[in-house]
């Protein structure tokens, strides 16, 4: 008698595959964006928790293996390091496997999550038990080119209904902020 291992699943691919990686990251460093935090995607990270009143908010540029978030607010008492300024120095990174944002990324479109727990395939995700995660919002970064450079997000660690207006806001902040990064690069300019 021969062993077999199982075959996988079709279908149950809980990380989309991201054909686009490779070109992304090439136009993140173009528009010199999405390789060391930001003090002004931190300060747009903050407003947007405040707007969406989440304790957790980033700007987050996909890669090829890792996420990198640029912009970051976290609530004052997360344990994580601070520089001098208060400003989170580590916790930047996460594989791409972790979180939500790879899925906004491939399907070029906003995500509302009430309840993680109540979709099978975000339920299991690595920040649901590691972070705590429970509740999620994310809009996708579209460029001119149509290209989904990243995510700006906001994230709860209690179920949240954030509706029809929190889904308008997100999508209108991500396109502002698009604007400002486009803009940045062309005129030489900070964010």
Request: charged share 25%.
């Amino acid at each position: 008698m021969s062993y077999e291992p199982p075959r996988p699943v079709r279908g149950l691919l809980l990380t989309p595959e991201d054909r686009e990686a490779p070109a992304r990251v090439r136009r993140l460093r173009r528009l010199g964006v999405g390789q060391r935090p930001d003090a002004a995607l931190d300060a747009f990270a903050d407003h947007l928790a405040r707007l969406a009143g989440a304790p957790y908010a980033t700007v987050n540029f996909i890669g090829e293996e890792r996420q990198f978030f640029a912009g970051l607010s976290v609530p004052a008492t997360a344990p994580v390091p601070r520089a001098d300024d208060g400003r989170p120095e580590c916790g930047r990174t996460l594989p791409r496997d972790h979180g939500f944002c790879p899925h906004v990324v491939v399907r070029r479109k906003a995500l509302v999550l009430e309840d993680v727990r109540d979709y099978p395939r975000f339920a299991g995700n690595p920040v649901v038990d590691e972070y705590g995660i429970r509740s999620y919002l994310g809009a996708p970064l579209l460029d001119g080119t149509g290209m989904a450079l990243g995510t700006v997000c906001a994230a709860d660690t209690a179920p949240r209904a954030w509706g029809r207006a929190g889904l308008e806001a997100i999508k209108a902040l991500a396109a502002d902020l698009v604007v400002r990064i486009e803009r940045s690069a062309r005129d030489g300019l900070p964010l």
